[in-house]
């Protein structure tokens, strides 16, 4: 889970030495919870122990940048991140950012189609992926050499 091997290992992570903070979002921040249909896996666990509780959803969130160190807060949105990368980063990052945005977006199909909790390490994955969510385990294989590609 969340670029993690060992399933018990945390969902998200902050850790902080000295004057140096790690923050890692987490799949909260970018697959949500709150939607019936999340791809995030903490998600799915509560909808398997069938004790799914009240999210709290935000329309806003902040962050601390090296760029911004005074901070920022934003609705949440691809509008509003454009502007702040702009405003941080200048029009070559929002140029950059789109370009990665168009790449990544046939991916998403198949990524967001399938649970992780589905997902396994031998043959078995052609019954728990292959027969359950065809096309999302198609659009994985299509785009496949892709997810190991520089961009």
């Known amino acids: 889970m969340n670029g993690k091997t060992v399933p018990s290992a945390?969902?998200?992570?902050?850790?902080?030495?000295?004057?140096?903070?790690?923050?890692?979002?987490g799949p909260s921040?970018?697959?949500?919870l709150s939607d019936e249909r999340?791809?995030?896996?903490?998600?799915?666990i509560y909808q398997m122990i069938g004790e799914e509780p009240e999210w709290i959803t935000y329309d806003q969130w902040g962050a601390f940048l090296?760029?911004?160190p005074e901070g920022y807060q934003m609705s949440i949105g691809a509008e509003n991140f454009v502007k702040?990368?702009?405003?941080?980063?200048?029009?070559?990052?929002?140029e950059d950012w789109e370009m990665l945005a168009k790449s990544l977006r046939p991916m998403a199909?198949?990524?967001?189609?399938?649970p992780h909790t589905a997902l396994?390490?031998?043959?078995?994955?052609?019954?728990?992926?292959?027969a359950k969510y065809p096309m999302s385990f198609f659009n994985v294989l299509r785009y496949g050499g892709?997810?190991?590609?520089?961009?």
Request: aromatic share 10%; charged share 20%; glycine share 12%.
């Open 10 to 25: 945390s969902i998200n992570n902050i850790s902080a030495r000295k004057d140096l903070f790690h923050f890692e979002a």
């Open 29 to 32: 921040l970018y697959a949500g």
């Open 38 to 44: 999340s791809p995030n896996p903490l998600k799915h």
């Open 66 to 68: 090296p760029e911004a």
């Open 84 to 94: 702040i990368l702009e405003t941080y980063g200048g029009k070559e990052a929002v």
């Open 109 to 114: 199909g198949g990524i967001k189609g399938i």
């Open 120 to 130: 396994r390490s031998d043959a078995g994955i052609f019954l728990t992926v292959g």
């Open 146 to 151: 892709a997810f190991t590609e520089s961009f």
